[in-house]
T-cell receptor, first 113, second 114 residues
Framework: GNSVTQMEGPVTLSEEAFLTINCTYT??????LFWYVQYPGEGLQLLLK?????DKGSNKGFEATYRKETTSFHLEKGSVQVSDSAVYFC????????????FGQGTELSVKP | DVKVTQSSRYLVKRTGEKVFLECVQD?????MFWYRQDPGLGLRLIYF???????EKGDIPEGYSVSREKKERFSLILESASTNQTSMYLC?????????????FGPGTRLTVT
């Protein structure tokens, strides 16, 4: 079946540290990949996406590269800020399914000053 | 800006009550979704709808039903609430962007069933 696996949290970092949140997927077909972010008390927002192999999605200093050979879409940021504290969700969608998303379990990030 | 609104941020209901969660989007999106979010499980799809009066089951439809009488409104119904339905409920609508779709989420309704 189709699934997404993320590294477990919570992840606690100091401000300006390097961030990696691992995400791997299993899919029948050729998925599009997404990272969503949920700030405290809010709904999810799209952070970045990639629709084909070797595409790099980027936004707000975050990046993720679609790696078909390793079925991965790891999220990275070179220097995190306190305001990046949130829960991050990796997700995939398949063609012809109207945008249905399959989510990973979420990774909580806490950045300390 | 796309706006997805949900009728309540917090709701407390008793076991056995019928519960309605309302979701409205203002961008004429055809596709709408209901998820529940639980710690350690991420978001799981309950039901989705591709058009007015159309609905399809997601991964965990048991104990829920939905209604879509107008394009902008998608309602989730708990026929007889139970304590294991205590959760955060998120509504979303989606817009095609090239090959894929971008989903827009509401703020969520935190439901407690006592």
């Amino acid at each position: 079946g189709n699934s997404v696996t993320q590294m477990e949290g919570p992840v606690t970092l100091s401000e300006e540290a390097f961030l990696t949140i691992n995400c791997t997927y299993t899919a029948t077909g050729y998925p599009s990949l997404f990272w969503y972010v949920q700030y405290p008390g809010e709904g999810l927002q799209l952070l970045l996406k990639a629709t084909k192999a070797d595409d790099k999605g980027s936004n707000k200093g975050f990046e993720a590269t679609y790696r078909k050979e390793t079925t991965s879409f790891h999220l990275e940021k070179g220097s995190v800020q306190v305001s990046d504290s949130a829960v991050y969700f990796c997700a995939l969608s398949l063609d012809n399914q109207g945008g249905k998303l399959i989510f990973g379990q979420g990774t909580e990030l806490s950045v300390k000053p | 800006d796309v706006k997805v609104t949900q009728s309540s941020r917090y709701l407390v209901k008793r076991t056995g009550e019928k519960v309605f969660l309302e979701c409205v989007q203002d961008m004429d999106h055809e596709n709408m979704f209901w998820y529940r979010q639980d710690p350690g499980l991420g978001l799981r799809l309950i039901y989705f709808s591709y058009d007015v009066k159309m609905k399809e089951k997601g991964d965990i439809p048991e104990g829920y039903s939905v209604s879509r009488e107008k394009k902008e409104r998608f309602s989730l119904i708990l026929e007889s609430a139970s304590t294991n339905q205590t959760s955060m409920y998120l509504c979303a609508s989606s817009l095609p962007t090239g090959r894929t779709y971008e989903q827009y989420f509401g703020p969520g309704t935190r439901l407690t069933v006592t």
